[in-house]
Nanobody
Framework: QVQLVESGGGLVQAGGSLRLSCAAS????????VGWFRQAPGKEREFVAA????????YYGDSVKDRFTISRDNAKNTVYLQMNSLKPEDTAVYYC????????????????????WGQGTQVTVSS
């Protein structure tokens, strides 16, 4: 069982930066891949970024590539999402999720592969 708590959301102007954190409980956190997803009002949940168990592989959605960076510190049971050059269209509730699945890249993009989810943190980017 893994419990996830997101933090770091808030209101920021376009072009600004935020760093989200996803803190996990449980001693087996390093056994899980972690992903970030977001959902804006009236829109479907969207894949943002993911990181492998050891942190050696990362994956990004096309809309955030080259602006967002995912990282993890397994000693602290925490995953981070550094978000730079934020745009109004980045406004959404951001969720972190943990899962255990095969190492093929395609699995990281699928929300259904993640068994554990946090409650989400709101990110609002003003124009």
């Amino acid at each position: 069982q893994v419990q996830l708590v997101e933090s770091g959301g808030g209101l920021v102007q376009a072009g600004g930066s935020l760093r989200l954190s996803c803190a996990a409980s449980g001693r087996t956190f390093s056994s899980y891949a972690v992903g970030w997803f977001r959902q804006a009002p009236g829109k479907e949940r969207e894949f943002v970024a993911a990181i492998s168990r050891g942190g050696g592989r990362t994956y990004y959605g096309d809309s955030v590539k080259d602006r967002f960076t995912i990282s993890r510190d397994n000693a602290k049971n925490t995953v981070y999402l550094q978000m730079n050059s934020l745009k109004p269209e980045d406004t959404a509730v951001y969720y972190c999720a943990a899962g255990s699945f095969p190492s093929s890249a395609t699995y990281y993009y699928r929300a259904g592969q993640y068994a554990y989810w946090g409650q989400g943190t709101q990110v609002t980017v003003s124009s």
